[in-house]
């Protein structure tokens, strides 16, 4: 099948915006003529960073926060979005540090990921933290995080947590078992 | 550490809303006192389903689709939503028809998942669908969708394609494979 031809954005227009986001509708004509009004958010622009941190060879740390689109506690890796300015690198420390209380000497690259692109323009990228070393910084979270550790032979278990369903943490932890076997 | 209580809903109010989304401020108070205004995704209260449709014991099938959100055709598993009255597998059996042109004579539950529950309540199941029968149905799509199909024994080669990227579909690929391991 040859490559596929993108469809032409006609016209787009912001239809809603609220203090965190903003939505869009975009006119659009597809290769066979079809039209069609879409809507997406509007990206900041900025990627986010994930992180699985291993306190030791066979011990990574999860951390329980307050989700607001569930209204429950949530376990998975420390997140956030990178500031402008940082690396990726540089952004996966300083959250580490405002969110479990470690820096990391070490961070490996393992994957980048996308959130909904039918929705939304968000990158992920997932890095490896180790040989981390005890530093806290003051983030913007208005509790302290719970911070779980958790065994690599203990994955399956892991995966049968109530609370352990984001799709994203999912992948990671998938993707850092093959890259723990490799 | 005791279970975590929830922080209080003091107020919430609808801020935003366009065809697709509706957004929601709501005023928390954490159980330490520290107060915070947080928003949210309205939920619709309708699943998904997420299909990984196999043609043969060797053999899977992807969709290629056109993503408004990253303006790109995007390489991921058939999904959709649930529809009213709908069993999980009832959709799944429905999106395969709309999208792939196949029905499955055996849909089985391989896991649950959320998406960014920090801002959506959206909740997926993911299906392994076998055993599959020629039937289109017509769905709403403005395009016929590429039907992309790829060997189990090609997972790695997959994971490397730069337009198989939604954290769901990666998710559903890796609890795939240790499914198919067991």
């Known amino acids: 099948m040859p490559p596929k031809v993108l469809p032409t954005i006609h016209h787009r227009q912001q239809v809603a915006s609220s203090k965190l986001f903003r939505i869009e509708s975009l006119d659009l004509e597809f290769s066979n ?9 509007q990206s900041s622009g900025r990627g986010a960073v994930m992180m699985i941190p291993f ?7 999860l951390v329980r926060e307050y989700a607001a689109g569930t209204h429950s506690y949530q376990l998975g890796f420390p997140k956030g979005l990178i500031d402008p300015g940082e690396t990726p ?19 490996t690259f393992l994957h980048s ?3 909904a692109p039918a929705f939304f323009n968000s990158k992920m990228t997932i890095l490896i933290a180790q ?3 005890s530093e806290s910084r003051v983030g913007d979270e208005p509790e302290p995080l719970e911070v779980v550790h958790w065994r690599v032979d203990d994955i399956p278990n892991l995966l049968a947590q109530e609370d352990f369903t984001e799709a994203r943490s999912i992948a990671a932890l998938l993707l850092m078992e093959k890259w723990l076997r490799s």
Chains 1, 2 share one sequence.
Do not use: C, H, P, W
Request: aromatic share 10%.
């Open 33 to 41: 003529g079809v039209n069609r009004q879409y809507e997406r958010m």
């Open 55 to 61: 306190i030791d060879e066979q011990t990574f740390l």
């Open 89 to 107: 690198e540089q952004a996966g420390n300083r959250e580490l540090m405002e969110e479990v209380g470690y820096g990391a000497k070490s961070l």
């Open 113 to 115: 990921m996308s959130m």
């Open 131 to 133: 040989n981390l070393f």
